[in-house]
T-cell receptor, first 112, second 113 residues
């Protein structure tokens, strides 16, 4: 069966510090991968998605970036965090032909 | 045209009552309509889904009703329980497999005893 791992679960970072969140999927090949951000009590904002290694689509211009160095690995990064980057970050995957998305447990990021 | 409009934003239901969440869409190319359930601090989980060639799908206490002509679909939770208290998202899938799901803004459901 397929599983998605996302870490860390919680992260507290100072303003201006770098960020690296990692997501990996097991049990499938060539998945579509997604990064979402969810502000407190709000909806799901799609940040990036990837249909293959090195292929990244950005949905929202910001100081975040994403990379996909391996087939089942998706990384969300920032060089300098802003207060507004605080939120709940969710990674998701889907089988490309079906596009039913399955979410990870999320990372709670607090930028102070 | 790519939006999915979800209502209400929040909902309070008595235990044992029926919870109803509605969604509407414009894009007739959408071909699959899943609902996700999210508990606080957790990732959304796929709850139930329907295709547009079916008018209703039921799984336990959860039912999706689909009205293709009106371009609307709804989630009904029968005999609502406090454990159903969560945020619910409707979504829609386009015909292109690589296009991300389009999500509604979510409904926060509180079931009170």
């Amino acid at each position: 069966s397929q599983t998605i791992h996302q870490w860390p679960a919680t992260l507290v970072q100072p303003v201006g510090s770098p960020l690296s969140l990692e997501c990996t999927v097991e049990g499938t090949s060539n998945p579509n991968l997604y990064w979402y951000r969810q502000a407190a009590g709000r909806g799901l904002q799609l940040l990036f998605y990837s249909v293959g290694i090195g292929q990244i689509s950005s949905e929202v211009p910001q100081n975040l970036s994403a990379s996909r160095p391996q087939d089942r690995q998706f990384i969300l990064s920032s060089k300098k965090l802003l207060l507004s980057d605080s939120g709940f970050y969710l990674c998701a995957w889907s089988v490309a032909t079906l596009n039913i998305q399955y979410f990870g447990a999320g990372t709670r990021l607090s930028v102070l | 045209q790519q939006q999915v409009k979800q209502s209400p934003q929040s909902l309070i239901v008595q235990k044992g009552g029926i919870s109803i969440i509605n969604c509407a869409y414009e894009n007739t190319a959408f071909d699959y309509f899943p609902w996700y359930q999210q508990f606080p601090g957790k990732g959304p989980a796929l709850l139930i889904a329907i295709r547009p060639d079916v008018s209703e799908k039921k799984e336990g206490r959860f039912t999706i009703s689909f009205n293709k002509s009106a371009k609307q679909f709804s989630l009904h939770i029968m005999d609502s329980q406090p454990g159903d208290s969560a945020t619910y998202f409707c979504a829609a899938r386009g015909l292109t497999g690589n296009t991300p799901l389009v999500f509604g803004k979510g409904t926060r459901l509180s079931v009170i005893a």
